[in-house]
């Protein structure tokens, strides 16, 4: 009798651990994202940038579409979820980002660059990704990279650039903005210029050479560049050769500005305000010096009133023939291709050398501008809504290389950094300039803080016009660069 | 006449003999149908306009840092080079704009008043009311074009007829942008002023233009001396209101000029907007708003005063 009963108890058991095995078995395979996932359910709001799908106007009658075409397909596979997109805020839309983030109203996937998202993942706003980065793409076919670890199917130089100081990654950027300078070719024709690069990005072989081509350009009746530079928000196409000069002078520099990582890399906020705080740089630093003279010759050369104008006014008056050259960003790609009546390429502007600034001796090359700055974070929103999954694994259907690829050639945005995606030749020229050395030191506002990078620009522009001179620059300059990182090193309780 | 005024009198005084509760008590329904609104006054507008006050003595980032700091919010602003700067500019700002856009809608508004064909005068009213119906941001883009330094209509019309010398980059120089700015509407016929001086204008009696013009008073006479004295409560009005909307303009600056070039047309409504929106200063922008409400207040009072004494 109890053999019997033990070997009835026995086998009730064996019947249970197999039923839980089963069970396990069963969730196990289950997958979390893909085709196959189960679950899936509730609303994304996706704030998308430049893809964002906008209807044909007269001025624009081609404008990005195909997201919406991605969401239709998605929608279908996954029907208990659905995708919004967010309309386009325009210039105002980081301010209406950073009170969304405020009130808890965000959506759960918005378009940022990685160093806005450094600054503010101390804030708590930003889901990290590495253990979805870690797992399989299922949108992405078997022999196609990122099919089995997601991030592989992006380039590891992508991920070496924007990873966080935690070492965890909250961004996903499937795209490269590139910028440029957009030449008239019929313009640098009638004055002789040659219209094939010199060098594998640019026209001229160093900076001098630049300059005197700005000359004759000048000498011939035009206004030789096409940039602006404005306060507030971003503020500008002027921001971007900022950076690459002061990077240039302080070129044998910058290994002593870095903190741990020694190999070449743009400097964190943290790395530049220990530069300041401990006198490794300074406005009164002679590298300095040539950066103000560079900086004020360089403007001479820029349209009129470059200093009061809107976006699309230097973007007028490249394609009014008014101004051969012009500064601007691969996103502008598919206007140009569409307003401007003559004949165009991509150049770069070019390395500063000795011959411009002793302390450029050892430049061998000029540095990217742009780059991997455009992304996809998923935020707290998401997370306290319980939709991060939904969210990741939309990100993964749209950042698989077919659907990527479509997208970007719609909308023309950037190079894309996903591996084996297919695109237009129209990023041609973008590619050995995406392949640049990063700028060292960013854009004022990333640099340091906000308020400084504001303060920069209406500095800089004082003395531009004869307002300030050199050395009440240097002096205005450095008392916001040690203010603004005093309070830096107090907000974030830096110790070195 | 004089039993009426008696019997008010007496009810004033039979009211004022009783508690104030009991007077609250006995008008009780009017009380209750008032309370939504002052509730509604309380959330929207008083306890936001509190906020600020207390904020201003914070170290806030609308989210978590949340320090008390004292008064330093308002020492550092009167150290902060850009603050002072954009008081200057919006001072300049405020005189010019406050002068032309009472000046030319009063000029509007009489030349509308005197004249005979009342069709015409109408059709001007209209004209000048129209405007109006213009988006904000639709008008500041037009301007935005005209001071195109390039292709911009003003600079045109100065190279059409000979004055190429004079054409300039007006918004991108720090020596004209706060002027192009300040020129911004012309000819400064705005709506609401124009019809609160027209308003004021068409309530003088007719018989009292009747007697002027038999003293033999001139049309500037009588202006000076009639039209200007009765309507002096409009004209405070307008001087109050355009002070107002004039200081906390920031629009047109943010949208034109970003505040630049070089701060030149830095004003501290955009400073404010960009202390909290941009930098995320909360507690320091709130600062810069107290001492706006502060300027405010007094050029109220100023106003207040020197009409009621009128």
């Known amino acids: 009798m109890k053999k019997s009963i033990s070997n009835k108890l026995i086998a009730v058991l064996a019947l249970g651990i197999l039923m839980l095995t089963n069970i396990a078995v069963a969730v196990a395979e289950e997958p979390m994202f893909g085709p196959n996932a189960k679950g899936l359910k509730g609303t994304v709001y996706f704030y998308a940038g430049g893809f964002t799908p906008t209807k044909p106007t007269p001025d624009v009658p081609n404008p990005p579409q195909y997201l919406n075409t991605l969401v239709q397909k998605y929608e279908k596979i996954h029907p208990e979820v659905n995708i919004k997109i967010i309309p386009d805020k325009g210039g105002e839309y980081h301010t209406w980002r950073v009170t969304q983030l405020q ?50 199917s992006i380039l590891d130089r992508v991920w070496e650039e924007t990873v966080y100081a935690d070492g965890n990654q909250y961004l996903i950027t499937p795209m490269g903005t590139g910028t440029g300078l957009f030449f008239n070719k019929e313009i640098f024709e009638e004055l002789g210029f040659p219209t094939t690069l010199k060098t594998q990005t640019s026209s001229w072989s160093n900076w001098e050479d630049f300059i005197n081509s700005l000359k004759k350009i000048k000498g011939a009746g035009y206004e030789p560049i096409a940039a602006f530079m404005k306060l507030h928000g971003w503020g500008g196409t002027y921001n971007w050769i900022d950076g690459v000069v002061l990077t240039s002078v302080y070129y044998d520099k910058i290994p002593e500005f870095y903190l ?35 900086m004020k010759e360089l403007q001479s050369y820029w349209i009129t009133g470059y200093m009061g104008m809107m976006e699309e006014q230097p973007y007028r008056a490249f394609i009014n023939e008014r101004a051969p050259l012009h500064l601007n960003m691969t996103s502008w790609l598919k206007d140009i291709m569409r307003d401007a009546d003559f004949d165009w390429g991509v150049t770069y502007w070019p390395k500063i050398d000795e011959k411009t600034s002793k302390f450029c001796k050892n430049v061998k090359t000029s540095f990217l501008v742009g780059g991997y700055t455009s992304g996809w974070a998923v935020t707290y929103v998401a997370k306290e809504k319980e939709l991060v999954r939904e969210s990741i694994d939309w990100l993964m259907y749209v950042c698989a290389q077919e659907n990527f690829g479509n997208l970007v050639n719609d909308a023309l945005m950037g190079v894309p950094t996903i591996k084996k995606c297919e695109v237009s030749e129209a990023f041609a020229p973008f590619t050995p300039i995406l392949s640049l050395p990063m700028r060292a030191i960013k854009d004022p506002r990333p640099r340091l803080t906000k308020r400084y990078g504001e303060e920069h620009r209406g500095i800089m522009q004082m003395f531009f016009t004869g307002q300030l001179t050199k050395k009440e620059t240097r002096d205005k300059l450095q008392k916001w660069l040690m203010s603004e990182a005093k309070k830096a090193k107090a907000e974030a309780g830096w110790e070195w | ?19 104030l509760f009991k007077q609250i008590a006995e008008a009780k329904m009017l009380y209750l149908s008032l309370l939504p609104t002052f509730l509604f006054l309380a959330i929207f507008i008083y306890y936001p306009t509190f906020l600020i006050f207390y904020r201003s003595f914070f170290r806030w980032d609308g989210v978590t840092i949340c ?37 030319f809608p009063f000029i509007a508004a009489e030349l509308i008043v005197n004249l005979i064909n009342k069709k015409i005068a109408y059709a001007w009213k209209l004209i000048f009311v129209v405007p109006m119906v213009v988006p904000y941001i639709v008008m500041l883009l037009i301007w935005a074009f005209i001071y195109d330094p390039s292709v911009g209509l003003l600079n045109q019309l100065l190279r059409a007829i000979g004055l190429g010398k004079l054409t300039r980059p007006w918004l ?13 509407r012309f000819p400064w016929i705005p709506t609401m002023q124009f019809l609160i001086l027209l308003g004021g204008l068409q309530s003088i009696p007719q018989s009292v233009i009747e007697s002027s013009r038999l003293d033999g008073a001139s049309i500037l006479t009588r202006i000076i001396k009639i039209d200007i004295p009765i309507i002096l409560p409009n004209i405070g009005l307008v001087i109050i209101l355009t002070s107002i909307w004039m200081l906390q303009q920031f629009q047109m600056f943010l949208i034109l000029t970003g505040g630049g070039p070089g701060h030149a047309t830095m004003v501290p409504g955009l400073y404010l907007y960009i202390s909290t929106f941009d930098y995320g200063e909360f507690g320091y922008a709130s600062s810069i708003a107290v001492v706006m409400f502060g300027i405010l207040f007094t ?10 004494a009128s």
């Open chain 1, 260 to 294: 741990k990582k020694k190999q070449w890399h743009v400097l964190s906020q943290e790395e530049y305000v220990h530069t300041i705080l401990t006198d490794i740089h300074s406005a009164y630093d002679p590298e300095f010096g040539d950066f103000l003279d560079i």
């Open chain 1, 103 to 152: 009130g808890g109203t965000a959506p759960e996937i918005l378009d940022n660059n990685y160093i806005r998202v450094w600054q503010e993942v101390p804030k708590g706003w930003y889901v990290p990704l590495d253990k979805y980065l870690e797992m399989s793409n299922p949108y992405i076919p078997e022999d196609m990279p990122g099919h089995n670890k997601w991030k592989n």
């Open chain 2, 299 to 308: 050029l109220m009072y100023i106003n207040k005063r020197y009409v009621k």
């Open chain 2, 67 to 103: 320090q008390f700091v004292g008064l330093n919010n308002f020492k550092e602003l009167f150290n902060d080079e850009t603050f002072i700067r954009s008081l200057e500019n919006v001072s300049l700002f405020l005189i010019f704009r406050v002068a032309v856009l009472f000046l």
């Open chain 2, 172 to 184: 991108g120089s720090p020596n004209t942008a706060l002027f192009a700015l300040c020129f911004l």
């Open chain 2, 1 to 19: 006449m004089k039993n009426t005024t008696e019997g008010k009198d007496n009810l004033y005084r039979k009211n004022k003999q009783k508690s």
